[in-house]
């Protein structure tokens, strides 16, 4: 039964085929060189924003770790952001494996609840 059934399927698909012909239109793909589209081809809207940042070497939402600094109340560690306010993860020592969250916001300088490190947010503007 389930042979009869494949043999139908494949004299319905040499059928159609026929029926396009040689004269059929090409098959166009959305990737530029006909192949599969790469991120940025299918990136849209903030995402795409975030990709053409990342390449001119800016990161909008500070994933790296930020530059080294003190981070002494006078000389606190900066984070950029594109919002009033951001969540910072702190790691108090270097051997640490747990990470001390909290809510960072514009115009002020925070430290962290556990070791005292000083974080200030400092806008970032994305191109648009």
């Known amino acids: 039964m389930v042979q009869r059934l494949l043999q139908g ?3 319905l698909a040499v059928q159609a085929l026929r029926a396009c012909g040689p004269s059929r239109a090409a098959t ?4 530029s060189g006909g192949g599969i589209p ?4 299918q990136a849209t809207g903030l995402e795409r924003e975030i990709m053409m ?15 080294a600094t003190p981070g ?3 000389e606190p560690n900066l984070v950029p952001s594109i919002t009033d306010k951001q969540i910072v993860g702190c790691i108090c020592e270097e051997d640490n494996s747990s990470v001390i969250w909290f809510w960072l916001q514009k ?7 556990n070791c ?3 974080y200030k947010l400092v806008p970032h503007q994305l191109s648009h």
């Open 116 to 118: 005292g490190t000083h």
């Open 38 to 41: 790469s991120d940025e081809e």
């Open 53 to 67: 940042a990342a390449r001119n070497d800016l990161y909008p939402y500070n994933l790296l770790a930020p530059k």
């Open 107 to 113: 115009g002020k300088t925070q430290c962290c609840p």
């Open 72 to 74: 002494t109340k006078e």
């Open 28 to 31: 166009r793909t959305m990737a």
């Open 9 to 11: 399927t494949r004299v």
